[in-house]
């Protein structure tokens, strides 16, 4: 199994939403919800504008685990996600592919991102995984609650969540770096 890393660096993030918005607003759109709410792509992908539009808070059932699940749509995507609904039907959906009616596949959104990333000069491991990741990543480094992180990803324990956002392998890498006998 390739497991694949947070966007670690906050400067490689802007220059890869730089490079989604020249690729089309939907894709960068992808991307923002992605890093600032936690959601698996697979969630993402399966919204529709009705699940978006007029509400401040997106509610679903998670696909891998079935789990309810609520989150707020936040200030830094809220008008953005306003217009690009602005006119599009509710039950369209809201990452929809240019070939037919239906949202664009979990192969089609790799490939967006893990090219953003690549231009952007990221050379860890990427996938549509690397959405999630970031966002937990960087908030946990901004709160310092693993506890509530482990509860927005309903991991079972803090021990699970810490690796899975790849702090252990940095506190790992940090501290052998310094030691020596």
Known sequence: MKFVEPIR???????????????????????????????????????????????????????????YKRF????????????????????DWLFKSKKGNHSITRIQAYRIISRACRKAGITNKIGTHTLRKTFGYHFYQEKKDVALLQTIFNHSTPTVTLRYIGINQDMIDSNLKSFSL
């Open 9 to 67: 660096d906050k400067r490689k993030i802007k220059q890869v939403k730089s490079i989604l918005k020249k690729t089309g607003f939907r894709n960068y759109l992808m991307f923002l919800l992605g890093i600032n709410s936690g959601l698996r792509i697979s969630d993402i992908l399966k919204l529709k504008v009705k699940d978006v539009k007029n509400v401040d808070f997106i509610e679903i059932k998670e696909q891998k685990t079935q789990k």
């Open 72 to 91: 707020p749509i936040t200030n830094c995507y809220k008008p953005l996600l306003d217009k690009y609904t602005e006119d599009m039907y509710p039950e």
